[in-house]
């Protein structure tokens, strides 16, 4: 079986096949990680270029393991130490890099749709490792996997998305991935920073976070984005965590057990207290390693390598 897609730019496009052949695929090599020998040759002949355009400590780290454990070679490329900062555009880098032969682009740009426009100009697969506010669906994904692995099937499950979802391309690749798998939605937050007309994707709205822990079986907490905020959407830190925020007192207030899950960086004490992080409610750290795993289907799938 192969992907209905030559990039993997979003989980807007995927099919449920897509998503599902991407898991049984991760399923083995969660295997080979696992393993005393942690690599297999698959990409052994594939040159990937990751392409780096804004910050990251688990996306960037993640591929750069992926495509190891895979026997890719890699190169890593960084705008603060390239000629970005001398005026070069991104078709005119992308095409460089390209013309000494390189066959994937992981690309992570702070410009919503960059990915896109880069797909439409060079011949390379491109996969988004997050672009602006709009989709990061290798975090999706990876998401998505980690609460299958907990529950079992996604079918039916109430997952509540909280935080600062109108600045999350976590938030809308999360909604797209588990809406295609059968769960059930609710985003919560304050108003301010949830966007108007979300419901048309099919989710449940609520401002009272507590609400939503209450309903949920898995609650996915997301960072308060200060740096795309042009004028402030909360009066300040200490009041959202007071009235947004997730602690472990309201996690031990719940009726039952709930998954707490976190895509990172946390801001430790604004949407989520450390207590409630490191507690045994959290599988912030699961996400992490399986995220290494879903990267090396997705390598493998895009290259070509099951067909
Ligand atoms: N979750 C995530 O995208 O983290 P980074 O920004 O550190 O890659």
């Known amino acids: 079986m192969a992907l209905s897609t030559k990039h993997l ?19 083995n090599f969660k295997a080979v990680l696992n393993r005393p020998i942690k690599k297999v040759p698959s990409l052994r002949d594939t040159t990937i270029v990751n392409l780096f355009y804004e910050n990251s400590t688990r996306t960037r780290i993640s591929f750069e393991l992926a495509e190891k454990r ?14 970005v900062s001398k005026g070069e555009t991104l078709i005119d880098t992308a095409k460089n890099i390209l013309s000494m032969k390189v066959d994937m682009v992981v690309m992570r740009h702070n410009v919503s749709g960059a990915p896109h426009f880069l797909a439409n100009h060079i011949d390379a697969a491109i996969i988004n490792a997050g672009d602006g506010t709009n989709e990061h669906p290798t975090q999706a994904l990876l998401d998505a996997y980690s609460i299958r692995e907990q529950h079992k099937s996604l079918q039916g499950k109430k997952i509540a998305i909280c935080g600062d979802i109108m600045h999350s391309r976590v938030a809308l690749s ?8 059968g769960a059930e939605i609710t985003v919560a937050g304050p108003p301010t920073l949830i966007p108007k007309h979300i419901d048309s994707l099919g989710v449940h709205v609520t401002y009272n976070v507590q609400e939503a822990l209450e309903w949920c079986d898995v609650a996915n907490i997301l960072r308060i984005q200060l740096e795309r905020q042009n004028t402030p959407l909360f009066s300040s830190l200490r009041e959202y965590s007071l009235y947004y925020g997730v602690n472990k007192k309201m996690l031990d207030s719940l009726k039952k057990e709930i998954t707490l899950m976190h895509p990172g960086p946390i801001n430790r004490g604004v949407e989520l207290s450390s207590d409630a992080a490191d507690s045994h409610h959290s599988i912030i750290l699961n996400q992490v390693e399986n995220g290494v795993a879903i990267r090396m289907a997705i390598l493998y799938l895009l290259a070509g390598k099951n067909e």
């Open 9 to 27: 730019l979003g989980i807007k496009n995927l099919t449920k096949q897509d998503i599902e052949l991407i898991f049984q695929t991760a399923d």
């Open 70 to 83: 895979l026997g890719a070679d890699t190169i890593n490329f960084a705008t603060s130490s390239s000629s």
């Open 174 to 181: 999360n909604i797209y991935c588990l809406k295609k798998l």
